[in-house]
């Protein structure tokens, strides 16, 4: 059996050209990345604006364990399968960051014959987006550090400074550091600390901007402390915006690639779920609206973070409807909801099944009864599911009125969608989404906290640290309470215990600390030991990657 990189490396690709034509892209709206890879100009935009919107598809999942889900591999196969239907397809996919890809996950562009190519491009460098962020997140620093060392005009407290440096890699040491040591002429002494670059507000910014100028003017929103009478420092006030903009000139550019079957795919963008807002940019989604008949975009982890991120966030800042949602799932990974150890999910066991599945449901009736949209659940179909098994999460999502279809895109590619596509196209034609927020506008920032732990988490309400309080206070008091939430939280618990799996009843979410992110325009609420910097596992995926003489990379998954 070959593996995802394997497959990959086989692939007979096209030019991007060609695959660009397919959806109307002509070739002078192309900046070249090689054969295999290109950004779209900024002017496209103006040609295809006024274009019909075509059909938003969500691609989202039950709360993901070591067992696996396919949510990417999914929304890949799915965008294949509609493709080989006839219907004109773009998949709205995030870049994978080098910390998981490094990390425990490996590779992140889809698996066996459901993949973007050039795989091993897209996992690495791609185009540079991730560096350019970086790189602005961190030329930011080094004004307000030099701002500091140069007289501080803007009499800004060292001690009340939360923008941070950040660097594309699971790195726990750097968490918490010391900078400006070593004398005068190095700076002002300072505690300081790394945050993954897709924890990154300018993440988060350029994935929420409209355009260069909206990403200008967010970027000067900034705000990067507080003086020394309390008031907040923005990185306008440091005249930062204009030279970070031009760091990203290219960054905002959507990436165009293709599947191993050659369905379109804008991969642009890449903030976490757990720590930031989980969605590729509203560039290359909306983008990906005006090219297709049928945009498919996914949204990171379960759908207690992604989904309500993309809904109550996205889709708000953005004015975006879902057409339909598809809900992932695996047999092997509710059965670890339900109590099974990975070494025990080969054998049937209705038991462990019908203990986990009530993960699954919650996922689907928030869907549908929160949010007021359409939805289908895709099962992964794994070689040792049973039968039985499978009856059984069909029986369990009909009795909440959703359909169950099996995928095998991973093993087949679009052959293996066709059904999932079938129910997609249904979906869309025959029922009409209602779709509703999870909280409103004007309800104050801990009422919207409250209303997501309680309506879909399914918690009983919150517990709110003092210095957290004080915090949503002082937000509130400087005209920031009206902005939607982004909580940062364990990705494998509905709470914000990550021990707690499949539905769990009765707790209570504590809010340790909130900030707002006032360019990308949210509220970060972090809980439970949810860390904006993760660190490597024992067994990194990095000490399985390799090259060759040739340049041919081994072990990316």
Same mark, same amino acid.
């Given at each position: 059996?070959?593996?995802?990189?394997?497959?990959?490396?086989?692939?007979?690709?096209?030019?991007?050209?060609?695959?660009?034509?397919?959806?109307?892209?002509?070739?002078?709206?192309?900046?070249?990345?090689?054969?295999?890879?290109?950004?779209?100009?900024?002017?496209?935009?103006?040609?295809?604006?006024?274009?019909?919107?075509?059909?938003?598809?969500?691609?989202?999942?039950?709360?993901?364990?070591?067992?696996?889900?396919?949510?990417?591999?999914?929304?890949?196969?799915?965008?294949?399968?509609?493709?080989? %239907?006839?219907?004109?397809?773009?998949?709205?996919?995030?870049?994978?960051?080098?910390?998981?890809?490094? *990390?425990?996950?490996?590779?992140?562009? *889809?698996?066996?014959?459901?993949?973007?190519?050039?795989?091993?491009?897209?996992?690495?460098?791609?185009?540079?987006?991730?560096?350019?962020?970086?790189?602005?997140?961190?030329?930011?620093?080094?004004?307000?550090?030099?701002?500091?060392?140069?007289?501080?005009?803007?009499?800004?407290?060292?001690?009340?400074?939360?923008?941070?440096?950040?660097?594309?890699?699971?790195?726990?040491?750097?968490?918490?550091?010391?900078?400006?040591?070593?004398?005068?002429?190095?700076?002002?002494?300072?505690?300081?600390?790394?945050?993954?670059?897709?924890?990154?507000?300018?993440?988060?910014?350029?994935?929420?901007?409209?355009?260069?100028?909206?990403?200008?003017?967010?970027?000067?929103?900034?705000?990067?402390?507080?003086?020394?009478?309390?008031?907040?420092?923005?990185?306008?006030?440091?005249?930062?915006?204009?030279?970070?903009?031009?760091?990203?000139?290219?960054?905002?550019?959507?990436?165009?690639?293709?599947?191993?079957?050659?369905?379109?795919?804008?991969?642009?963008?890449? +903030?976490?779920?757990?720590?930031?807002?989980?969605?590729?940019?509203?560039?290359?989604?909306?983008?990906?609206?005006?090219?297709?008949?049928?945009?498919?975009?996914?949204?990171?982890?379960?759908?207690?973070?992604?989904?309500?991120?993309?809904?109550?966030?996205?889709?708000? %800042?953005?004015?975006?409807?879902?057409?339909?949602?598809?809900?992932?799932?695996?047999?092997?990974?509710?059965? %670890?909801?339900?109590?099974?150890?990975?070494?025990?999910?080969?054998?049937?066991?209705?038991?462990?099944?019908?203990? *986990?599945?009530?993960?699954?449901?919650?996922?689907?009736?928030?869907?549908?009864?929160?949010?007021?949209?359409?939805?289908?659940?895709?099962?992964?179909?794994?070689?040792?599911?049973?039968?039985?098994?499978?009856?059984?999460?069909?029986?369990?999502?009909?009795?909440? *009125?959703?359909?169950?279809?099996?995928?095998?895109?991973?093993?087949?590619?679009?052959?293996?969608?066709?059904?999932?596509?079938?129910?997609?196209?249904?979906?869309?034609?025959?029922?009409?989404?209602?779709?509703?927020?999870?909280?409103?506008?004007?309800?104050?920032?801990?009422?919207?906290?409250?209303?997501?732990?309680?309506?879909?988490?399914?918690?009983?309400?919150?517990?709110?640290?003092?210095?957290?309080?004080?915090?949503?206070?002082?937000?509130?008091?400087?005209?920031?309470?009206?902005?939607?939430?982004?909580?940062?939280?364990?990705?494998?618990?509905?709470?914000?215990?990550?021990?707690?799996?499949?539905?769990?009843?009765?707790?209570?979410?504590?809010?340790?600390?909130?900030?707002?992110?006032?360019?990308?325009?949210?509220?970060?609420?972090?809980?439970?030991?949810?860390?904006?910097?993760?660190?490597? +596992?024992?067994? +990194?995926?990095?000490?399985?990657?390799?090259?060759?003489?040739?340049?041919?990379?081994?072990?990316?998954?």
């Amino acid at each position: 059996m070959l593996s995802d990189i394997e497959i990959a490396q086989n692939a007979k690709m096209k030019h991007i050209r060609d695959v660009a034509a397919s959806i109307g892209i002509a070739e002078d709206d192309l900046e070249f990345y090689g054969k295999y890879k290109a950004k779209i100009a900024s002017e496209l935009w103006g040609k295809v604006k006024d274009n019909e919107n075509g059909k938003l598809i969500l691609v989202t999942a039950i709360n993901p364990t070591p067992a696996g889900e396919g949510k990417t591999t999914t929304t890949i196969g799915l965008g294949d399968a509609l493709t080989n %239907m006839g219907k004109k397809c773009v998949l709205a996919l995030r870049e994978p960051s080098l910390g998981p890809v490094m *990390g425990i996950k490996g590779g992140a562009a *889809g698996g066996g014959y459901s993949q973007v190519v050039p795989m091993e491009d897209i996992n690495l460098h791609f185009t540079g987006d991730m560096h350019a962020i970086t790189a602005a997140n961190n030329l930011l620093s080094a004004m307000i550090d030099n701002h500091i060392h140069q007289g501080n005009i803007l009499d800004i407290d060292v001690t009340n400074i939360v923008w941070k440096r950040v660097v594309d890699m699971n790195d726990r040491a750097l968490r918490h550091v010391v900078v400006g040591m070593g004398g005068k002429v190095n700076g002002i002494p300072r505690e300081d600390g790394f945050m993954i670059t897709v924890a990154s507000e300018v993440m988060a910014i350029l994935c929420l901007a409209n355009d260069l100028e909206d990403l200008k003017n967010r970027l000067g929103e900034i705000i990067i402390g507080y003086n020394r009478s309390g008031e907040p420092v923005k990185a306008s006030d440091l005249k930062a915006q204009g030279a970070m903009a031009a760091l990203l000139k290219d960054a905002i550019k959507p990436n165009l690639v293709q599947t191993l079957e050659h369905t379109p795919a804008l991969v642009h963008g890449g +903030p976490f779920a757990n720590i930031a807002h989980g969605c590729n940019s509203v560039l290359a989604t909306r983008l990906a609206l005006k090219l297709g008949d049928y945009a498919v975009t996914e949204a990171g982890f379960g759908a207690d973070l992604g989904a309500e991120k993309f809904l109550d966030i996205k889709c708000r %800042m953005a004015g975006l409807t879902p057409s339909a949602v598809v809900i992932v799932a695996t047999v092997r990974a509710l059965k %670890m909801h339900g109590g099974l150890a990975k070494t025990e999910l080969g054998s049937e066991n209705l038991e462990a099944l019908e203990k *986990g599945l009530p993960n699954l449901l919650r996922h689907v009736s928030n869907i549908k009864n929160v949010y007021g949209l359409p939805s289908v659940v895709a099962v992964n179909r794994f070689p040792t599911d049973t039968d039985a098994e499978v009856a059984l999460v069909i029986e369990k999502c009909k009795e909440l *009125g959703v359909n169950v279809v099996l995928s095998d895109v991973w093993a087949k590619g679009g052959e293996g969608g066709k059904e999932l596509a079938r129910e997609v196209v249904r979906l869309c034609e025959e029922e009409t989404p209602h779709f509703t927020f999870s909280y409103e506008d004007d309800l104050s920032l801990e009422e919207k906290i409250k209303a997501v732990v309680t309506k879909v988490y399914g918690g009983v309400g919150i517990n709110i640290l003092p210095n957290a309080k004080k915090e949503l206070g002082i937000l509130t008091e400087l005209g920031f309470g009206n902005m939607p939430v982004c909580i940062a939280k364990t990705q494998y618990s509905f709470s914000d215990n990550p021990a707690l799996l499949g539905a769990p009843e009765g707790f209570t979410v504590t809010v340790k600390n909130v900030k707002v992110s006032a360019g990308a325009g949210f509220v970060v609420v972090l809980t439970g030991d949810i860390m904006t910097m993760p660190g490597l +596992p024992k067994s +990194p995926a990095a000490e399985r990657i390799d090259v060759d003489d040739n340049g041919v990379i081994t072990g990316l998954f």
